[in-house]
C-alpha cells in the first residue's frame, strides 16, 4: 500500500501564503493535489510529472500557485500564494504509476493514491 504523507496546511489570513508537502515511499509517481470544500465537489489544482518536468495547473490557482518536486525526496511542494477565504478548505495529495516520468494527469479518477488530506483555512 502506497502512504501519502501531507504536511504544511493550517490557518492563514488573506493575502497570505502557505506551503504544503506531499512524501511518497517507494518508486517515482505522477503526482498532483486537489481541494475539496465543504458542500462541493474535489476540484483539480495541480498535476506534476514523476520527473517534474512537465506540471498542468487548473484555471482557478494559475499564476498564484505552484508546484515543485524534490526528486530525490519523492517529495512535491505546492506553493500557495495570495490566499482568499474561498480557498479554505481540505487539500488533498494524490499519486499515480504512470508509463512515463513526463506523464502528469488532471482528472480525479486517473490518480490511483490518495493521502489524507490537509485543512487549509483562510481568514479574513
Known amino acids: 500500500q502506497v502512504q501519502l504523507v501531507e504536511s504544511g496546511g493550517g490557518l492563514v489570513q488573506a493575502g497570505g501564503s502557505l506551503r504544503l508537502s506531499c512524501a511518497t515511499s517507494?518508486?517515482?509517481?505522477?503526482m498532483g493535489w486537489f481541494r475539496q470544500a465543504p458542500g462541493k465537489e474535489r476540484e483539480f489544482l495541480v498535476g506534476i510529472s514523476g520527473s517534474g518536468g512537465r506540471t498542468a495547473y487548473g484555471d482557478s490557482v494559475k499564476g498564484r500557485f505552484s508546484i515543485s518536486r524534490e526528486t530525490t525526496k519523492n517529495t512535491v511542494v505546492l506553493q500557495m500564494n495570495g490566499l482568499k477565504p474561498e480557498h479554505t478548505a481540505l487539500y488533498y495529495c494524490?499519486?499515480?504509476?504512470?508509463?512515463?516520468?513526463?506523464?502528469?494527469?488532471?482528472?480525479?479518477?486517473?490518480?490511483?493514491?490518495w493521502g489524507q488530506g490537509t485543512q487549509v483555512t483562510v481568514s479574513t
Open positions: 494524490a499519486a499515480s504509476p504512470s508509463l512515463s516520468p513526463t506523464i502528469y494527469y488532471t482528472e480525479e479518477k486517473e490518480y490511483q493514491y
Open positions: 517507494g518508486r517515482t509517481y505522477a
